[in-house]
């Protein structure tokens, strides 16, 4: 078997041209020989989980379209914001014609005929080249009219942001793609019912579609036997940090563990300074509790991680060595949310600029054990009540850096003359 299911452009040089990729076979085979149930079930049946971060079967979310309302949008994500994350980046660059592939077998499974790819306001050169993989597309009839001289349409088009963490949320980045302001919206009704322009629609991550052309080609039995059980396929890991070899590396689900990631040959080679230990793993960017180096041997899947006390998320693994100061880089995270807080709800607006003041005053020398315990109330006060996720995402990085550095809180507490510097 080939070694790369996703990263098929490690192998296979200039893969992002048509003449390279080759025939969309999987596109061809659901258009021309599947009913639309057949390739959601099939989907269903492979147990692909979505890449974007909750791990939602996409299957399910596929069949949950009515199919009584038409139009019917599909829309995919790659607004990629999450920090550490750069693998739908990598994809959408150099494999851009299977992305493509994916998401026009997804149009034609829940009846629609448009799809838009909504990217982050910084990706404008990757826009052009996925731009020209379509326009190739287009051009080989597999996408327009007729696809495949059948009678489905696909039309698809590119939709570039104004680089917001909060429109990677799938009901912001309906308004932002809508023309409105990024901010979610109040659910349910879920987007499958009531999405774009208040129509049935798919949202799927770029990594997610880019799984769909081996699951048709090959079969939903043939995807099994990659990964777990319950964590089948392949997935991208994005390595960054204190390793001597950050970058995407594509593994089966839960073959992998934390440690294989960080010092594997074939992965990060280990910690970037000889002699540092790791003392820190964000698994998923920011928006995912921060765990320590317990977690070493634990396999990379969604059930794996989530029984260590953390998330898979993105799988966005932020590493950091024993020279971090914790609070300052739990300070740093504060900092992301309170700035990418869309402010529609008030315990996430007030909540972040609190608890990012609160860290000013630890860093700054000028706060009390007092202090330290109100971070922790005001984090506590948080979770449960807000519109969307991001406000219990800003959350983790204190109460879980709390929980594993609690003593690092407490000496900035009480030695005023301790440097607010990132590395000892
Ligand atoms: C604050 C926030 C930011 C998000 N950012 C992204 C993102 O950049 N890309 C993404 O695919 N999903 C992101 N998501 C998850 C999406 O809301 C959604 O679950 C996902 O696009 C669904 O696709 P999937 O089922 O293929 O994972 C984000 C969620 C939240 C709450
Ligand atoms: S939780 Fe934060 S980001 Fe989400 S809607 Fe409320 S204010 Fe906006």
Redesign the pocket.
């Given at each position: 078997m080939a070694k790369f299911v996703l990263l098929r452009h490690r192998e296979t040089p200039d893969i992002h041209k048509l003449s390279v990729y080759g025939e969309y076979t999987a596109l061809k085979k659901a258009v021309t020989s599947m009913t639309t149930d057949q390739v959601i079930n099939e989907v269903k049946a492979s147990g692909l989980r979505?890449?974007?971060?909750?791990g939602?079967p996409?299957g399910v979310?596929w069949s949950f379209v009515p199919k009584e309302r038409y139009p019917h949008y599909v829309t995919v994500?790659a607004?990629?914001?999450?920090p550490g994350t750069f693998k739908d980046r990598e994809l959408m660059e150099f494999n851009p014609h299977q992305v493509i592939e994916g998401a026009a077998i997804a149009a034609f499974a829940v009846g629609a005929t448009r799809v838009y790819h909504y990217l982050r306001g910084e990706f404008k050169p990757v826009a052009r080249k996925m731009q020209a993989a379509i326009d190739e597309a287009y051009a080989a009839g597999y996408l327009g009219q007729n696809v495949f001289g059948t009678t489905v349409e696909i039309q698809m088009f590119l939709h570039l942001g104004a680089g917001a963490?909060?429109c990677?949320?799938?009901s912001a980045l309906l308004e932002s793609l809508e023309g409105k302001m990024g901010q979610p919206r109040l659910r349910p009704p879920f987007p499958a019912v009531v999405g774009l322009y208040g129509q049935p629609t798919v949202?799927?991550?770029?990594e997610?579609m880019a799984n769909v052309p081996y699951i048709i080609n090959n079969g939903a039995a043939a995807y099994k036997q990659l990964g777990t059980e319950k964590s089948p396929g392949p997935k991208i890991y994005c390595l960054s940090g204190h390793v001597k070899r950050p970058g995407n590396y594509e593994a089966e689900l839960g073959k992998i563990t934390f440690r294989d990631l960080i010092y594997g040959e074939e992965f990060g080679q280990g910690m970037m300074t000889e002699g540092r230990k790791v003392k820190a793993i964000l698994p998923s960017g920011a928006s995912g509790p921060i765990v320590t180096d317990t977690v070493l041997d634990v396999p990379l899947d969604y059930e794996s991680v989530a029984a260590a006390g953390t998330i898979l998320g993105?799988a966005s693994m932020i590493i950091m060595d024993d020279s971090i100061d914790m609070v300052w880089a739990a300070g740093k995270v504060m900092h992301f949310f309170r700035h990418e807080s869309c402010g529609k709800c008030t315990p996430c607006r007030e909540g972040t600029f609190w608890m990012e003041k609160q860290y000013h005053r630890i860093l700054g020398g000028k706060a009390t054990l007092a202090d330290v315990t109100l971070l922790q109330d005001v984090a506590n006060q948080i979770i449960g009540k807000c519109l969307?996720?991001?406000g219990e995402?800003a959350t983790s990085p204190v109460l879980s850096s709390f929980k594993h550095f609690q003593a690092e809180y407490e000496a900035r507490a009480t030695d005023a003359k301790k440097p607010a510097t990132a590395r000892k």
């Open positions: 979505g890449r974007g971060g909750a939602f996409t979310k994500n607004d990629e914001s999450e963490y909060i990677g949320e799938e949202i799927n991550n770029t997610t993105s969307c996720p991001l995402f």
